[in-house]
């Protein structure tokens, strides 16, 4: 009131501390916060991606594919491991089934046919089978909901979203081609570990991450470790032109 006087005798208007648009909003957050607990704003998106490993051979696989997306901070992972898929890691890479878990932030059993990753209501990303056994194939192409990793990929093809098949077998029988045809037509991706040699590998590591470079790719993961062809080098290139003015020349 005093202020109001002080104003009025010296013909001044004093500016408000505080907008009165600023303070509606501050007292509807505060409002809204106390009713309803804290208000989180989610700044950047979240990846929740689902790996499944079964029990075929190339436990390494979900290994790789499973440190490489652990260090990409906007990446959720979400692990099922099978008891198969836990004895051959053990046999093939001395791996424990902890030591692949470390690796996700989510891990669920694949008898919890309960769990979040059983409904189409829970929002993922894309789930990855790595390796996929025969059997799991056939079961996910035949919608037997069995346990969590086929249900998990059958929720994937109803709901439309990314399923990618790293199966692991060969040779293929017909029934086997039948199969990944039908999965296929599902809207599955068949992607068979199949290393590239464009790129030199020198290790075994180097022929892995080959595949797990295209698993990536079809996931929509930009990882910078990613091994691209960018065309032979210069002294390759003008030796293969050479080649090609010679094969032309007969």
Not at 57 to 79: K, W
Request: glycine fraction near 6%; charged fraction near 20%; proline fraction near 6%.
């Amino acid at each position: 009131m005093i202020l109001s006087q002080a104003a009025l005798t010296t013909g001044t208007e004093r500016e408000p501390l505080v907008s009165p648009l600023y303070a509606i909003v501050f007292l509807s957050l505060f409002a809204f916060n106390h009713h309803f607990g804290n208000v989180v704003l989610k700044t950047e998106q979240t990846m929740k991606i689902i790996v499944g490993v079964t029990g075929a051979s190339g436990a390494i696989y979900p290994l790789r594919l499973l440190s490489r997306l652990s260090v990409n901070p906007a990446i959720e992972i979400h692990l099922i491991l099978s008891r198969a898929g836990e004895k051959t890691l053990f046999l093939e890479t001395g791996k424990l089934a902890a030591d692949l878990k470390a690796l996700a932030q989510y891990c669920w059993p694949l008898e919890d046919i309960a769990a979040p990753l059983a409904s189409g209501s829970f929002r993922s990303d894309g789930m990855v089978v790595a390796p996929c056994s025969i059997h799991s194939m056939s079961a996910i192409a035949s919608g037997i909901s069995s346990n969590l990793i086929i249900r998990a990929a059958d929720v994937i093809l109803k709901e439309r979203r990314r399923l990618i098949l790293m199966v692991r077998e060969t040779p293929f029988h017909l029934g086997h081609l039948r199969t990944m045809t039908a999965l296929t037509e599902m809207g599955a991706i068949i992607a068979p570990p199949i290393p590239g040699f464009y790129n030199r590998p020198a290790t075994i590591e180097d022929l892995v991450d080959s595949s797990i470079d295209r698993v990536l790719d079809l996931l929509g993961i930009d990882d910078q470790k990613s091994k691209r062809w960018a065309g032979p080098p210069p002294l390759l290139r003008s030796n293969t032109e050479d080649d090609s003015d010679d094969l032309n020349s007969t």
